[in-house]
């Protein structure tokens, strides 16, 4: 049982290029989370799904894109990278329907020059 | 705004000390979680305080729900090296359809 898996884990893009981030939870969770950590800001919600199919914005949504096409997988998008989305990205993914405990991945640091 | 602030930001004690974070926010809530993580880790679950309750134990961790004054307060007795970490509250608002909002954190070091 792998829990929640974030690929890659690493990652440097340069200004204007995209990428996809990819989050795996074999839990059968349904409610799945996207955060992004900045020093001295906490995590910050930056997309969520209660469900295969929907997407919602969260705190700080702009400049990424989201898409849930199967339960089990969650993915963010970075149409065209900045600087400022330099930061390392968590995944979470949450059980026993929205009164449970939340169960991240590892993270993804994205550096953007 | 961001829901969910810690204080201290950083919090530095000795080993066998008690240790109290707080967190305030500032909507209803359905219910309260605090989170642990560790330097360059994922975070991992610790509690969960429902709106309806008070108080919560579990092991060394006590936590407490004001939702009068809209704060909660983590307390962790007879501290060990081993919980150096950050620590966070995360608050599940209350019809606002899953969203979980975290705060700042506070940074535990517990020195032996």
């Known amino acids: 049982n792998a829990g929640v898996t974030q690929t890659p884990k690493f990652r440097v893009l340069k200004t204007g290029q995209s990428m996809t981030l990819l989050c795996a939870q074999d839990?059968?969770?349904?409610?799945m989370y996207w955060y992004r950590q900045d020093p001295g800001m906490g995590l910050r919600l930056i997309h969520y799904s209660v469900g295969e199919g929907t997407t919602a914005k969260g705190e700080v949504p702009d400049g990424y894109n989201v898409s849930r096409l199967k339960k089990q997988n969650f993915l963010l998008g970075l149409e065209s990278a900045a600087p400022s989305q330099t930061s390392v990205y968590f995944c979470?993914?949450?059980?026993?329907?929205?009164?449970?405990?939340?169960?991240f991945g590892e993270g993804s640091r994205l550096t953007v020059l | 705004s961001q829901q969910g602030e810690e204080d201290p930001q950083a919090l530095s004690i000795q080993e066998g000390e008690n240790a109290t974070m707080n967190c305030s926010y500032k909507?209803?809530?359905?219910?309260l979680q605090w989170y642990r993580q560790n330097s360059g880790r994922g975070l991992v679950h610790l509690i969960l305080?429902?709106?309806?309750?008070r108080e919560k134990h579990s092991g060394r961790l006590r936590v407490t729900l004001d939702t009068s004054k809209k704060s909660s307060s983590l307390l962790i007795t007879a501290s060990r090296a081993a919980d150096t970490a950050s620590y966070f509250c995360a608050t599940d608002r209350r019809n606002q359809g899953g969203k979980l909002i975290f705060g700042q954190g506070t940074e535990l070091s517990v020195k032996p």
């Open positions: 305080i429902r709106s309806n309750e």
């Open positions: 979470a993914s949450i059980g026993q329907g929205r009164g449970g405990e939340l169960f």
């Open positions: 839990m059968n969770h349904e409610y």
């Open positions: 909507t209803s809530i359905n219910n």
